[in-house]
């Protein structure tokens, strides 16, 4: 894998992307906010009802910082709740998803470490509506869901 290269200083305002980048994926907006070698980063809006069902990242530490909201989260066996403020660390190799199971939209920032390919990821799954695609594309990209139904209440 090339690397990517090394964190540019800066500052991405609230709502906005590096370059002008979003994301749209199965209703979530996503903001590009940081990419280098050694993390990637987004801003999230999840409507209600949105979710990213359980999955696995083999080679990265996930993080979410919630901003607003109220995130249902499924993580290494257990059902745990995030509300604004809150730290969510995911280690590496450990089943998680998200779910705003609210009636207000949810906002937070994720980030990823290292970076390895959640950009490109990104950039194969922006306006794709087909969910078996979504799947199918994140296994390239070293992001691996598990199946539908394996996971109570997901």
């Excluded at 059902?79 to 906002?107: E, F, I, S």
């Excluded at 490109?120 to 691996?144: G, I, K, M, N």
């Amino acid at each position: 894998m090339s690397e990517i290269g090394p964190l540019p200083a800066g500052i991405t305002r609230a709502g906005e992307g590096v370059d002008g980048t979003v994301w749209n994926v199965l209703g979530h907006t996503y903001w590009f906010k940081a990419n280098c070698d050694s993390a990637f980063s987004f801003e999230t809006l999840d409507p209600p009802g949105t979710f990213v069902p359980p999955h696995i990242h083999p080679t990265q530490d996930e993080f979410i910082y919630v901003l607003e909201g109220v995130f249902d989260l499924y993580l290494d066996g257990q059902w745990l709740q995030a509300k604004a403020g809150d730290l969510v660390c995911m280690p590496k190799g450990k089943p998680h998803g998200y779910y705003n199971r609210t009636d207000k939209p949810n906002r937070a920032i994720f980030w990823v470490s290292p970076a390895r390919k959640l950009k490109e990821l990104f950039d194969l799954l922006h306006d794709l509506q087909d969910p078996e695609e979504v799947v199918r594309r994140s296994a390239t990209c070293e992001v691996d869901f598990l199946p539908p139904g394996s996971v109570p209440g997901a």
